[in-house]
């Protein structure tokens, strides 16, 4: 069986085509801001807009379009503009091409695509994005989410504190290289229950920046101080759910100081601990087409076209999981 999935929720534009076990086609384009902006979404969907008959042709040249047995889109959660684009060209190549059409969460992606490439079975996942900051668990038929963040996701965060530092976008990579010539100095540690608050934080960096603090220190001290509060909700949820297993997905899966403190926290445990390969860490169409080939494997059939509205708040734990 092959599968085409799409992905357009932010600043991807990404086609994916898989088969039962294997990646066969990954291809996309990356709006990137305005040097010191966010995403703008009307930009982010224009940029869609332009790249997608190339990224479309790219994809095509590799996989012949008779060959696909379902087309898999994101539906939600992300912003309304980028998340028509990609409901609008599965739709069109379901309908012309008579192929079930399945609906994908975003967030179920990213979770599906770290099992699907590193093999590990029932883990605890730790989601981490610019736009999302997640503590989730498999139980009882669903992603349960045990702790996630109370404002900004950890990735904003960064960007933010990035961009009030002089840092260029995107910002955690700038982070990330900046920290290793720092030292530390005294940060909030926000953690509420399960839950955690990066806003406050940022305001305090950057005050203390503007105070006189060195870039490398105000760089170093906020991943040790984040990363300390991921690490330290992700055992917890590991302790109440007896999991064995942590999988680190999302954008900032790719840094390597956060990899470090989650992977000693899981060999004092007896812990395995993986994490997505930095390829799939964004967004990509693979990781819409891994859960379209999950579901329709399970159900045998895909939505009707009526039934493929976009739901840009569609959260990790209202999605039914099939398989």
Same mark, same amino acid.
């Given at each position: 069986?092959?599968?085409?999935?799409?992905?357009? @929720?932010?600043?991807? %534009?990404?086609?994916?085509?898989?088969?039962?076990?294997?990646?066969?086609?990954?291809?996309? @384009?990356?709006?990137?801001?305005?040097?010191?902006?966010?995403?703008?979404?009307?930009?982010? @969907?224009?940029?869609?807009?332009?790249?997608?008959?190339?990224?479309?042709?790219?994809? =095509?040249?590799?996989?012949?379009?008779?060959?696909?047995?379902?087309? +898999?889109?994101?539906?939600? !959660?992300?912003?309304?503009?980028?998340?028509?684009?990609?409901?609008?060209?599965?739709?069109? %190549?379901?309908?012309?091409?008579?192929?079930?059409?399945? =609906?994908?969460?975003?967030?179920?992606?990213?979770?599906?695509?770290?099992?699907?490439?590193?093999?590990?079975?029932?883990?605890?996942?730790?989601?981490? @994005?610019?736009?999302?900051?997640?503590?989730?668990?498999?139980?009882?038929?669903?992603?349960?989410?045990?702790?996630?963040?109370?404002?900004?996701?950890?990735?904003?965060?960064?960007? &933010?504190?990035?961009?009030?530092?002089?840092?260029?976008? !995107?910002?955690? !990579?700038?982070?990330?290289?900046?920290?290793?010539?720092?030292?530390?100095?005294?940060?909030?540690y926000v953690v509420k229950g399960m839950d955690l608050s990066f806003a406050?934080?940022?305001?305090? +960096?950057?005050?203390?920046?503007?105070?006189?603090?060195?870039?490398?220190?105000? +760089?170093?001290?906020?991943?040790?101080?984040?990363?300390?509060?991921?690490?330290?909700?992700?055992?917890r949820a590991m302790a109440h759910t007896d999991k064995e297993e942590v =999988?680190?997905?999302?954008?900032?899966?790719?840094?390597?100081?956060?990899?470090?403190?989650?992977?000693? &926290?899981?060999?004092?445990?007896?812990?395995?601990?993986?994490?997505? !390969?930095?390829?799939?860490?964004?967004?990509?169409?693979? &990781?819409?087409?891994?859960?379209? =080939?999950?579901?329709?494997?399970?159900?045998?059939?895909?939505?009707?076209?009526?039934?493929?509205?976009?739901?840009?708040?569609?959260?990790?734990?209202?999605?039914?999981?099939?398989?």
């Amino acid at each position: 069986m092959m599968v085409l999935g799409i992905e357009s @929720s932010a600043h991807t %534009l990404g086609i994916g085509v898989i088969s039962d076990k294997d990646i066969l086609v990954d291809e996309r @384009s990356v709006y990137i801001p305005a040097e010191g902006k966010g995403i703008i979404p009307r930009e982010a @969907s224009q940029h869609h807009c332009e790249n997608l008959r190339k990224i479309l042709m790219m994809v =095509l040249d590799k996989v012949d379009i008779k060959d696909i047995d379902v087309i +898999a889109f994101t539906a939600g !959660p992300g912003m309304p503009p980028c998340l028509r684009i990609g409901a609008t060209v599965a739709r069109c %190549l379901a309908l012309k091409y008579k192929k079930p059409l399945i =609906l994908v969460n975003h967030c179920v992606a990213h979770i599906e695509v770290g099992r699907f490439v590193t093999g590990c079975k029932d883990p605890v996942v730790l989601y981490l @994005s610019g736009g999302n900051t997640q503590v989730i668990a498999f139980v009882e038929g669903r992603y349960r989410i045990f702790g996630e963040t109370e404002d900004i996701p950890i990735g904003n965060a960064l960007d &933010m504190l990035a961009r009030e530092i002089g840092l260029n976008m !995107p910002g955690g !990579p700038q982070i990330e290289k900046l920290a290793k010539k720092g030292k530390y100095i005294e940060l909030p540690y926000v953690v509420k229950g399960m839950d955690l608050s990066f806003a406050g934080i940022v305001t305090e +960096a950057v005050k203390k920046y503007k105070n006189g603090a060195k870039r490398e220190d105000i +760089a170093y001290s906020f991943q040790e101080v984040c990363f300390s509060m991921l690490t330290e909700v992700t055992e917890r949820a590991m302790a109440h759910t007896d999991k064995e297993e942590v =999988l680190l997905v999302g954008g900032v899966a790719a840094n390597k100081r956060l990899q470090e403190m989650i992977r000693i &926290m899981c060999e004092e445990r007896g812990a395995k601990f993986y994490v997505v !390969p930095q390829k799939y860490a964004g967004d990509n169409g693979v &990781m819409i087409a891994v859960v379209g =080939l999950l579901a329709y494997k399970k159900i045998k059939k895909g939505w009707r076209v009526e039934e493929t509205m976009i739901k840009p708040k569609w959260r990790t734990d209202e999605v039914d999981i099939y398989w």
